[in-house]
């Protein structure tokens, strides 16, 4: 009996120890997930999480239809990033704050709030957060703009502006930075940042923002970082295999194939398929078309294929506006944005109807381009358009000095007015951000070496070096080296 009576006592105690551990891993986090399209939420509990759960683990325990990868929210609930315009997509925040870190790696603690929301315009969404202390806020007032006002072409990434700064832009657009004169940067094909040229701010551009992009990775850094001759890790390279794997969207498809093929990794056939055998290319309006010649640069469709060359030309060039712009949507004003990369992936193809459209865009792009020598969209000057219509101008063969496109500056050099300290911004003055870093760095890749960024044969792929591996095998031979001199001498002296 006196066994019993100790077994009970020990399993109780061991009980006890449990249920203290248990409370011990366990937190408390609150779970805010909404959408800017209808301002509706989705989603608002309080839970219990693993004290080792992350942003992404209390998104994906909320029973919410949740497409990701790595970390990389793509949709929840049928909200699909790029599907209300080009910064359309998922983001969160924990307490209020930008997590400017991938959800699967941002570890919660007791009492966060965690806010996941579906963004129409990212830029003005995450600058009013910041301005405003919380996120909860901006949902509350803030009216979500018309699709229409945000479409145009970039994959959705990170960053800028409130109303008031956006006015106050508006009214410097014509201020000239005395930093920015663009002179020639000439880029070394060494390791990482080894740079030489006449200007140390251009080289100081070009270094921050890549360092930035290696911490805050978008839809195209693989290319840039290729392009810029930097190391590959291999998290971006397992991120694009794993992202071909799983796939299904085809302006994602022609994503993965631009980058894939900058990287050196393998298209499969059923990669291309999903491109260029997809039913809805245009799915996301006409930067699925856009892309679509540009992928087709890299990777040619097959005979069978639905989508030709010939067939993507043919849609680009009936969308075109009468004033020679494109506009996301069939029928809606032209856009700076959209009508730059039409122009892009226009210059690829050797088609008399191709230039005969892209000379009447570049009419269009020498007409609206600003007093500075930068670009607007919707009205706003920003980074990504001036630099969408430097890449557009190389790659349509348009030369530097050509008269249209210079005003009080040429765009290129207008460029480097979004350049602070931490790398380039949406706005002038604004804060750094992925997608303006990288449009900016294709830009400069492509005004430098003559070049369209996107279609370039990348020919040098360096790997990430890791040293402590190279520490080990170093030690390891010299070690076994030793070892066989040790035993040569012994046997030497018998």
């Known amino acids: 009996m006196k066994r019993v009576y100790a077994f009970i006592c020990i399993f109780s105690i061991m009980f006890a120890n449990l249920v203290i551990v248990t409370a011990d891993n366990a937190i408390t986090v ?78 919660l603690k007791d009492g966060d709030k965690v806010e996941w929301i579906y963004v129409v315009d990212y830029p003005k969404t995450t600058s009013k957060i910041k301005n405003n202390a919380t996120a909860e806020n901006v949902i509350k007032t803030e009216i979500a703009p018309s699709p229409h006002e945000t479409e145009t072409i970039q994959n959705f990434s990170f960053s800028t502006n409130s109303e008031q700064a956006s006015k106050e832009v508006k009214s410097s657009q014509n201020i000239t930075n005395s930093n920015s004169t663009a002179i020639t940067t000439n880029i070394s094909t060494q390791t990482n940042q080894s740079f030489t040229t006449s200007s140390n701010f251009n080289a ?39 992202e071909i794997s799983t ?76 004033d020679g712009g494109f506009s996301l949507t069939k029928g809606d004003n032209s856009d700076v944005d959209i009508t730059a990369m039409a122009v892009t992936a226009l210059s690829t193809v050797d088609d008399v109807n191709a230039k005969n459209s892209m000379n009447k865009s570049l009419d269009y792009l020498s007409k609206v381009q600003n007093k500075d020598g930068g670009y607007s969209s919707y009205g ?73 960024p996107y279609t370039v044969a990348v020919d040098l792929h360096l790997e990430e070096i890791n040293f402590t591996f190279i520490f080990i095998g170093v030690g390891a031979l010299i070690l076994v080296c030793a070892i066989v001199l040790i035993v040569l001498t012994r046997k030497g002296k018998k």
């Not at 080792?52 to 949740?66: E, M, P, Y």
């Not at 348009?398 to 949406?426: M, P, T, W």
């Open 380 to 452: 706003v000057a920003n980074c990504e358009s001036t630099a969408q219509v430097v890449i557009a101008l190389v790659s349509s063969g348009v030369s530097q000095n050509d008269s249209r496109f210079i005003k009080d500056k040429s765009a290129y050099e207008c460029l480097y007015n979004y350049f602070n300290s931490n790398g380039f911004c949406h706005e002038i003055g604004g804060e750094v951000n992925t997608i303006s870093c990288e449009q900016a760095l294709l830009a400069i890749y492509a005004r430098e070496y003559n070049e369209n």
């Open 30 to 107: 609150t779970l805010c997930v909404t959408e800017q399209v209808k301002n509706t939420t989705l989603y608002n509990k309080t839970m219990e999480l693993d004290n080792s759960s992350t942003a992404l683990d209390a998104l994906i325990k909320s029973g919410l239809d949740v497409a990701e990868s790595k970390g990389y929210v793509s949709s929840v609930n049928g909200y699909k990033e790029f599907q209300h315009g080009r910064y359309s997509g998922w983001t969160y925040y924990v307490n209020g704050n930008f997590a400017n870190i991938s959800s699967a790696k941002y570890t």
């Open 204 to 242: 100081n551009a070009i270094e921050i923002s890549l360092d930035y992009l290696k911490k805050n990775s978008g839809t195209f850094t693989p290319l840039v970082l290729s392009l810029f001759r930097q190391a590959i890790s291999d998290d971006i390279k397992d991120s694009i295999q794993e």
């Open 247 to 322: 796939c299904t969207e085809p302006i994602a498809a022609e994503r993965l194939i631009i980058n894939a093929y900058a990287l050196g990794l393998e298209v499969t056939d059923d990669l291309a398929d999903k491109c260029f055998n997809n039913e809805q290319i245009d799915k996301t309006g006409l930067n699925g078309v856009i892309f679509g010649l540009l992928a087709a640069k890299k990777h040619t469709p097959k005979d069978k294929s639905k989508y030709s060359v010939q067939k993507l030309t043919e849609m680009l060039v009936n969308s075109q506006n009468a």
